[in-house]
C-alpha cells in the first residue's frame, strides 16, 4: 500500500472513533428527552454543552465511549483477538461503577466475572444497543475482510447481548464503517442498509420519525434516516441527537458511521476541542494501531 493511501485509512480510521466520541458527549445532553422538549429547552441542540440527566461536564462521554474504549484497548494491548482480554476490560470498567451501564450489559458482565463464559445464552430480551455501540474498532481491526468482521463483530456482543437482531445491528454498522472508510459511494452503502432491512423488516429506516430507543432497530432506523437524509458529518449528528430517545447511543453510532464517510476534516473542530484532550489522543493512537493490525494493511 502506498504511503499516501496508508496515511489517508488511517486519518479516516481516528475519525471513526473520535467521531464516535463526538457524537456521544453532544447526544448526552440530550439523551431521554422528547424531541418537543428539546425544541422548548435548547431550540436546535448542535454544541457539545454537558448536562442531561447524567449532569455532565461539556466534552464528557459516557459508557458508549468507554466500552469502545474497552474493546480498542483489549484488542490492541494484546496484539490479538482475545475476547476474555475485552471481557476483562469490561469488568473493570464496572467495577469503577460508572453513571450509567445498561442492564444487558451489566448482566452479561457480572455473568462473565462470575462464570468466566464469553458468550451469554440466547435472550429475547437482547436486542439492546449495547453491543453496537462499541462496535467501531472491530470495524477497524477486521477492514479488508468482511468475513472476518461478521465473526468478531458478534463474538465482541455475545459477551452481553446474545440477539438475532443485535447480531445484525454489529455487523451492518461494521460494514458501514468498513466500506465508508473504503470510500463506496453512497448507494453503495445505502445497499448496504437496504440489506439489512430487507432481512430483517425491524430496520426499515425510509421516513422514520420515531426516535432512538433501548430497542436497537429503533436506534439504528434512527441513524441510518439521518445519515442518508443529510450530506455532512455535523449535519449528520445534529439530526440524529435532537431526535432524543437514546440520543448519546444514536449520536456514538452516527459518529462513527458518519466519521467514516466524512473523514476527520469534516468533524467540527470545536465538537473535537470540546473532548478531553488525553481521550483524544488514545482514541487517534487506538484507531492506528487498529487499522496497521486489519488484514488490508497486513496483505499490503
Ligand atoms: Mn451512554
Ligand atoms: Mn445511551
Not at 494484546?78 to 471481557?87: G, K
Request: aromatic letters at 6%; one cysteine or more.
Amino acid at each position: 500500500m502506498s504511503p499516501l493511501r496508508s496515511a489517508t485509512i488511517v486519518r479516516r480510521a481516528r475519525a471513526v472513533l473520535l467521531g464516535g466520541a463526538v457524537g456521544d458527549a453532544l447526544g448526552a445532553t440530550t439523551e431521554f428527552m422528547k424531541p418537543a422538549q428539546i425544541r422548548e429547552r435548547i431550540g436546535v441542540h448542535r454544541e457539545i454543552t454537558g448536562g442531561g440527566w447524567l449532569n455532565l461536564l461539556p466534552g464528557q462521554v459516557t459508557d458508549d465511549t468507554e466500552m469502545t474504549l474497552c474493546v480498542a484497548r483489549g484488542i490492541v494491548q494484546t496484539r490479538e483477538w482475545n475476547l476474555a482480554a475485552i471481557a476483562d476490560r469490561f469488568a473493570h470498567w464496572l467495577s469503577g461503577e460508572p453513571a450509567d451501564v445498561g442492564a444487558t450489559c451489566r448482566r452479561g458482565i457480572l455473568e462473565y466475572v462470575e462464570t468466566r463464559r464469553l458468550a451469554a445464552a440466547p435472550n429475547e430480551w437482547d436486542a439492546g444497543n449495547g453491543a453496537a455501540m462499541r462496535v467501531a474498532p472491530v470495524a477497524l481491526y477486521t477492514l479488508g475482510d468482511e468475513e472476518l468482521l461478521s465473526r468478531l463483530a458478534v463474538e465482541q456482543a455475545h459477551v452481553t447481548h446474545h440477539h438475532p437482531l443485535s447480531d445484525a445491528a454489529c455487523v451492518a454498522v461494521g460494514r458501514l464503517i468498513q466500506r465508508g472508510l473504503l470510500r463506496t459511494p453512497l448507494a453503495g452503502l445505502r445497499a448496504t442498509a437496504e440489506e439489512l432491512a430487507a432481512r430483517h423488516p425491524e430496520f426499515r429506516f425510509e421516513g422514520y420519525d420515531g426516535e432512538s430507543s433501548a430497542y436497537v432497530p429503533d436506534t439504528l432506523r434512527t441513524v441510518l434516516d439521518a445519515f442518508f437524509s443529510t450530506g455532512s458529518f455535523e449535519d449528520c449528528l445534529v439530526k440524529t441527537v435532537n431526535r432524543g430517545g437514546d440520543a448519546d447511543t444514536a449520536g456514538a453510532i452516527a459518529g462513527a458511521i458518519a466519521g467514516a464517510r466524512y473523514g476527520l476534516s469534516a468533524i467540527p473542530r470545536r465538537w473535537v476541542n470540546a473532548l478531553d484532550a488525553g481521550l483524544r489522543e488514545e482514541l487517534a493512537s487506538l484507531a492506528e494501531q487498529l487499522v496497521r493490525n486489519s488484514p488490508l494493511f497486513d496483505r499490503a
